[in-house]
Structures are given as structure tokens and as C-alpha cells.
């Protein structure tokens, strides 16, 4: 089973409808991060967070909100679409102790999302 | 602001090849350096991960180096194979945790 985890896999909205993506990890790490990734283009930073009561915005955090409903679980809101969110979005977790201090992060296989 | 980038955006070479991925960036204070390999639609493969005060470091036929004074990295990839294609990012840590991108080497290996 994969230790990260996203559903759905693709999802296909309209604009100003509410999504919800859903992160869970299996590999019991305390960091949990939230990336979109635009075509030819690097993974950007949207939300993250440091354990359950720690949530930090990123490079573009505006247009979403994010909600850490326990250490496995991290979920992505896009309160109202908008085409210019369609993007392929990743789930990264990493741990920021123990024999991997040095926080190596590792991906979930990502949402893809269209918003028409 | 740090900045990544990497050079080529894409290469194209023969199986047996020995290749160089090149990346560079701008603020020199980072914590480690992460090589990704990403395949169509899939998500992002840690292969290496170098830290601050380490040089290189070698994963099978991957080796990965990095040089902070001058704010590069490269990744040496020996005797190519079909299957080493996909896009391979390389992203930097901050002191605040957070991993900045390039925006990748889509790589094809033709046999």
C-alpha cells in the first residue's frame, strides 16, 4: 500500500463549485504539505503544516484553505473554482525527527483537477 | 528570494549515454538539496538527497553533487536506459523548511 495517499485521483468541476482534496499518510510523519504543479513548471508551495494545531501559508495560498483533522490526515479546499486553479496538486509528508531529521519529503501520485 | 533553475528544460540522448542534469540557485544558505524523478502523470520519486555539508552523493548509477559557494548541483546519470525517462526536479531546502523547485529536465532516453 502506498504511504501517501490523495483522492480523487482527477476530478473535473466547474467554476465556483467547492472541492475538497484529501491527503492521508501511513508513514507516521509530523509535517504534512500541500504543492500544485502548472505545466512546465516546478512544484509551488500552498499550504503547510507542522503538526495538528501548526498551519502555515505558502507562496500562494490565496483562493485556498487546508484543514489538519489529525497527524494522518491533511485536506485542501478550493472554496469557490476558478479555471486558472486547474493544476495538478500534490500531498507531501516528511518527518522532522528521528533517523530522517534531515525532513526529506515524499509525494502522494497527485490530483489532477480541471476547472471548466 | 531563492531561485531555482535548471538547464536543459530537455534532453534528448542515445541508451548508453552518460548525462549531466544541471541546477542552480540563488541564495547559497540552504539546509539539503533533493533530486526528484517524476514520470507522466505520476507522482515525485525522491532519489537523492545531499545535505549542506555533504558533497555528493551516490545512488546506483546516480550520483548527485553539490557545490553551495557557487549554488549549483549537478545530477550524473551513468550508462542511460529507456526507462531513466521522465522529468527530473531538483528542489532546495530553506532554514524555514520549505522545498523551492526548478521547474525540471524532461529527460528521453532513446534506445
Known amino acids: 500500500d502506498a504511504d501517501v495517499t490523495q483522492t480523487p485521483r482527477n476530478r473535473i468541476t466547474k467554476t465556483g463549485k467547492r472541492i475538497m482534496l484529501e491527503c492521508s499518510q501511513t508513514?507516521?510523519?509530523?509535517?504534512m504539505y500541500w504543492y500544485r504543479q502548472d505545466p512546465g513548471l516546478g512544484l509551488r508551495l500552498i499550504y503547510y503544516?507542522?503538526?495538528?494545531?501548526?498551519?502555515n501559508k505558502g507562496e500562494i495560498s490565496d483562493g485556498y484553505s487546508v484543514s489538519r483533522q489529525a497527524q494522518a490526515k491533511f485536506s485542501l479546499s478550493l472554496e469557490s473554482a476558478i479555471p486558472n486553479q486547474t493544476a495538478l496538486y500534490f500531498c507531501?509528508?516528511?518527518?522532522?525527527?528521528?533517523?530522517?531529521?534531515?525532513?526529506?519529503?515524499?509525494f502522494g501520485p497527485g490530483t489532477r483537477l480541471t476547472v471548466l | 528570494k531563492q531561485e531555482v533553475t535548471q538547464i536543459p528544460a530537455a534532453l534528448s540522448v542515445p541508451e548508453g549515454e552518460n548525462l549531466v542534469l544541471n541546477c542552480s540557485f540563488t541564495?547559497?544558505?540552504?539546509?539539503?538539496l533533493q533530486w526528484f524523478r517524476q514520470d507522466p502523470g505520476k507522482g515525485l520519486t525522491s532519489l537523492l538527497l545531499?545535505?549542506?555539508?555533504?558533497r555528493e552523493q551516490t545512488s546506483g548509477r546516480l550520483n548527485a553533487s553539490l557545490d553551495k559557494s557557487s549554488g549549483r548541483s549537478t545530477l550524473y546519470i551513468a550508462a542511460s536506459q529507456p526507462g531513466d525517462s521522465a522529468t527530473y526536479l531538483c528542489?532546495?531546502?530553506?532554514?524555514?523548511?520549505?522545498?523551492?523547485f526548478g521547474s525540471g529536465t524532461r529527460l528521453l532516453v532513446r534506445p
Open positions: 541564495d547559497s544558505a540552504i539546509y539539503n
Open positions: 528542489a532546495v531546502r530553506d532554514s524555514s523548511y520549505k522545498l523551492i
Open positions: 545531499i545535505q549542506s555539508s555533504q
Open positions: 503544516s507542522f503538526d495538528v494545531k501548526d498551519i
Open positions: 508513514k507516521g510523519h509530523d509535517r
Open positions: 507531501a509528508t516528511s518527518d522532522s525527527s528521528g533517523t530522517s531529521g534531515n525532513n526529506e519529503q515524499f
